[in-house]
């Protein structure tokens, strides 16, 4: 199977930084795109932010100029790194990934989600 396990919450202060970390295990035969969702108490999973496998990057307006999304391919893992984080990026954040896993004899794609990290920003 596979899974996808995120570091990298906590609390900080407003115009503070946090970096988050997602490392994909299991049986991958090939990733194709990561990336950060989020969901404040009382709202919707949001896009914070993805990246293909061919780098290419895409993120929410709300987070542009402050977060950046990067990957070490041979980890398989995907970064966030957050910086002049505002009260409002207060929530659990998910990494996302879609993913193509060995089963026996046959390939398998599938959407895979990790178990979100909480990040507190407090004013």
């Known amino acids: 199977q596979v899974q996808l396990v995120e570091s990298g919450g906590g609390s900080v202060q407003a115009g503070g930084s946090l970096r988050l970390s997602c490392a994909a295990s299991?049986?991958?035969?090939?990733?194709?795109?990561m990336g950060w969702y989020r969901q404040a108490p009382g709202k919707q999973r949001e896009l914070v932010a993805t990246?293909?496998?061919?780098?290419?990057?895409n993120y929410a307006d709300f987070v542009k100029g402050r977060f950046t999304i990067s990957s070490d391919n041979a980890k398989n893992t995907v970064y966030l790194q957050m910086n002049s984080l505002k009260p409002e990026d207060t929530a659990v954040y998910y990494c996302?990934?879609?993913?193509?896993?060995?089963?026996?004899?046959?390939?398998?794609?599938?959407?895979?989600w990790g178990q979100g990290t909480l990040v507190t920003v407090a004013s």
């Open positions: 996302h990934a879609d993913i193509v896993r060995r089963a026996g004899g046959y390939y398998l794609r599938d959407a895979y």
């Open positions: 299991g049986s991958i035969f090939r990733i194709g795109v």
């Open positions: 990246q293909s496998s061919g780098d290419s990057t």
